[in-house]
């Protein structure tokens, strides 16, 4: 059974949202100044309205981003998903391929720096693959990574969801390999902000 970590479509209204204080000149006071959309890298979601507002007292202009968006091109849940795919024992051309097969190719160096702001590189609880033994196939919704970890076999699968989102399933046959998959996704997941869980039929049958 394979655990699985959703990453939410980016979106929700900023009807009514103003920018808090003003961060060059700590003015409150703000005029809305235009409503645009941006371009997104995500493998769901191609754009993201975006707001600008003016400070009235310096005139300085701000932006305002729907949740999961910020003033990167790349959204919050394509970052957080290289970084889980790092963490899970991917290498970074594996994580190339694998988000390139969604749409959403990054560079070594983009995922490189993902993973730096996470906090997590070099830590020493990442999984990592078997030399050699990775594979990415494509699939109608995405792809499947296959690698060995200390010779078990194990599948990291990327999937469009629900309308936006993303699921990662990660998972392996022989069960030991699936509870060190299972547990290493739980924690990625937590140190990102996300949850990992096993699905809905499977705890009911557990209950
Ligand atoms: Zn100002």
């Not at 932006?63 to 024992?89: C, E, F, N």
């Not at 969604?102 to 078997?130: E, F, I, Q, Y």
Request: proline letters at 5%.
């Amino acid at each position: 059974m394979d655990i699985a970590v959703t990453f939410r479509a980016p979106g929700g209204g900023l009807e009514g949202q103003r920018p808090d204080r003003c961060e060059r000149c700590g003015s409150q006071g703000f005029n809305l100044h235009q409503h645009a959309t941006k371009a997104l890298k995500d493998p769901a979601t191609a754009r993201a309205p975006v707001v600008r507002f003016i400070c009235k007292r310096c005139r300085k202009t701000m932006r305002l981003y729907p949740s999961g968006v910020d003033a990167a091109r790349q959204t919050i849940g394509l970052r957080q998903v290289s970084v889980l795919l790092y963490w899970l024992g991917l290498s970074y051309d594996g994580i190339r391929e694998h988000l390139g097969h969604l749409g959403c190719p990054l560079s070594k160096a983009t995922v490189w720096a993902n993973v730096r702001a996470s906090g997590l590189l070099g830590d020493r609880r990442r999984l990592r693959a078997d030399p050699g033994t990775l594979v990415v196939q494509p699939r109608s919704d995405g792809a499947t990574a296959r690698f060995l970890v200390k010779g078990r076999a194990v599948t990291v699968r990327l999937a469009r969801g629900g309308p936006g989102e993303m699921v990662l399933w990660v998972g392996a046959l022989q069960p030991e390999a699936a509870q060190l998959m299972h547990r290493r996704t739980r924690e990625g997941a937590r140190r990102l902000g996300l949850r990992a869980e096993l699905p809905d039929r499977c705890e009911a049958a557990r209950a």
